[in-house]
């Protein structure tokens, strides 16, 4: 089965920085593209970044300069390091298997808050 492990999120202060982890397994992971997404209370889920097999990453307009998604292939594992965050990126944030520019298999959701 394709699992898809998120690391615990957590609770950091305005202009902090939190790194997120998601393990793979079940997919070949050196062919596929991954992507983090974030959904926060009563808003749609929004794509934040996506990197392709060859590590060729885009990101959403409003992290652009601060967040930077990678990818370890020996390990299965894509990151998504964030820095200088803001109250507004609080979110529930999950990894994703991209194909065709959407997710197929998601992991469980990690909760990111960012205080003022």
């Known amino acids: 089965q394709v699992q898809l492990v998120e690391s615990v999120g957590g609770l950091v202060q305005a202009g902090g920085s939190l790194r997120l982890s998601c393990a793979a397994s079940?997919?070949?992971?050196?062919?596929?593209?991954m992507s983090w997404h974030r959904q926060a209370p009563g808003k749609q889920r929004e794509l934040v970044a996506v990197?392709?097999?060859?590590?060729?990453?885009k990101y959403a307009e409003s992290v652009k300069g601060r967040f930077t998604i990678s990818r370890d292939n020996a390990k299965n594992t894509v990151y998504l390091q964030m820095h200088s965050l803001k109250p507004e990126d609080t979110a529930v944030y999950y990894c994703?298997?991209?194909?065709?520019?959407?997710?197929?298999?998601w992991g469980q959701g990690t909760q990111v808050t960012v205080s003022s």
């Open positions: 994703a298997r991209t194909v065709a520019l959407r997710g197929d298999y």
């Open positions: 079940g997919i070949i992971f050196s062919i596929n593209a």
């Open positions: 990197i392709s097999s060859a590590g060729i990453a």
